[in-house]
């Protein structure tokens, strides 16, 4: 069974760091494109951040750029997101998954609560 299970949500204050973590088991992702994305309440779920097989090329939404970088262990069929300076509106649930994303794939996601 195919799962990825993300992790290292909290809540923090605003200005604040996390690092979250997406672990795939039952298949190996290090041939896929992988995103992380987020689903604020009352929003739909969008893009975040985005990074080739091998690591090279990497894709950050407008609203994150500068502050969120997204890496990858392909010996450990993981990936990451290092989430600086949070503010208030990056308060969402996290969720990693293929890019494009591969629906039977979706996570539980993590939630980040960043208060102001």
């Known amino acids: 069974q195919v799962q990825l299970v993300e992790s290292g949500g909290g809540l923090v204050q605003a200005g604040g760091s996390l690092r979250l973590s997406c672990a795939a088991s039952?298949?190996?992702?290090?041939?896929?494109?992988m995103g992380w994305f987020r689903q604020a309440p009352g929003k739909e779920r969008e893009l975040v951040a985005a990074i080739r097989p091998r690591g090279g090329t990497t894709y950050y939404a407008d609203s994150v750029k500068g502050r969120f970088t997204i890496s990858r262990d392909n010996a450990k069929n993981a990936v990451y997101l290092q989430i600086n300076s949070l503010k208030p509106e990056d308060t969402a649930v996290y969720y990693c998954?293929?890019?494009?994303?591969?629906?039977?794939?979706w996570g539980q996601g993590t939630q980040v609560t960043v208060s102001s």
């Open positions: 039952g298949r190996t992702f290090s041939s896929y494109p």
């Open positions: 998954n293929a890019n494009p994303p591969i629906a039977r794939y």
